[in-house]
């Protein structure tokens, strides 16, 4: 079965510097992977997904994740903190089978930008 | 273009009664999905749809019924609701495999 561990439950960094948010898989085969933001009271949105190709993807507002497989690891990063980061995101992961409608989530990373 | 729409945002409900969560997407995608949020646990597949008249269980199905008559709706059945079913929850829709779910903004539901 498929599983997803975010390391850190809360991460707490200064506006400016480097957001990095941990994401691992385990997936008998290979995974579509995506990062889920969510701000609060309100649905999820995408911020970036990996399917096939280039293993560093960009997504919207500066994030960027990169696919490594000899680690099963997608971890998000955006070089410069802005206040409007703060929110929990989400890993998730779905086989090449099911796609996009049967995702398995990570707990969720709650993110706080410290002025 | 409204995208996913759920109703009610939110909702209390006595133990054992009966309700429907319902979802409507006005992107004629073929998949959809429910999900439920919990504190410290992520989102957790509940039922899922690959087009009208298919439907299948997620990981936490019990106590839960789904049906899709139409590409555009899919609606979710408590059919005896218990505490531990407070929660959030979420519907979403996607066009393809592999391509990005989109979600509604999400349903509260206590069970008192």
């Known amino acids: 079965a498929q599983s997803v561990t975010q390391l850190g439950s809360h991460v707490s960094v200064s506006e400016g510097a480097l957001v990095l948010l941990r994401c691992n898989y385990s997936s008998s085969v290979p995974p579509y992977l995506f990062w889920y933001v969510q701000y609060p009271n309100q649905g999820l949105q995408l911020l970036l997904k990996?399917?096939?190709?280039?293993?560093l993807v960009k997504g919207i507002n500066g994030f960027e994740a990169e696919f490594k497989k000899s680690e099963t690891s997608f971890h998000l990063t955006k070089p410069s903190a802005h206040m409007s980061d703060a929110a929990e995101y989400f890993c998730?992961?779905?086989?090449?089978?099911?796609?996009?409608?049967?995702?398995?989530f990570g707990q969720g990373t709650r993110l706080t930008i410290n002025p | 273009n409204a995208g996913v729409t759920q109703t009610p945002k939110f909702q209390v409900l006595k133990t054992g009664q009966s309700m429907t969560l319902q979802c409507a997407q006005d992107?004629?995608?073929?998949?959809m999905s429910w999900y439920r949020q919990d504190p410290g646990m992520g989102l957790r597949l509940i039922h899922y749809s690959v087009g009208a008249g298919i439907t299948d269980q997620g990981e936490v199905p019990n106590g839960y019924n789904v049906s899709r008559s139409t590409t555009e709706d899919f609606p979710l059945r408590l059919l005896s609701a218990a505490p531990s079913q407070t929660s959030v929850y979420f519907c979403?829709?996607?066009?393809?495999?592999?391509?990005?779910?989109?979600f509604g903004q999400g349903t509260r539901l206590t069970v008192v």
């Open positions: 992107m004629n995608h073929e998949y």
């Open positions: 990996y399917t096939t190709g280039a293993t």
């Open positions: 998730a992961v779905s086989d090449l089978g099911q796609g996009a409608q049967k995702l398995v």
């Open positions: 979403a829709s996607s066009a393809s495999r592999g391509g990005e779910a989109f």
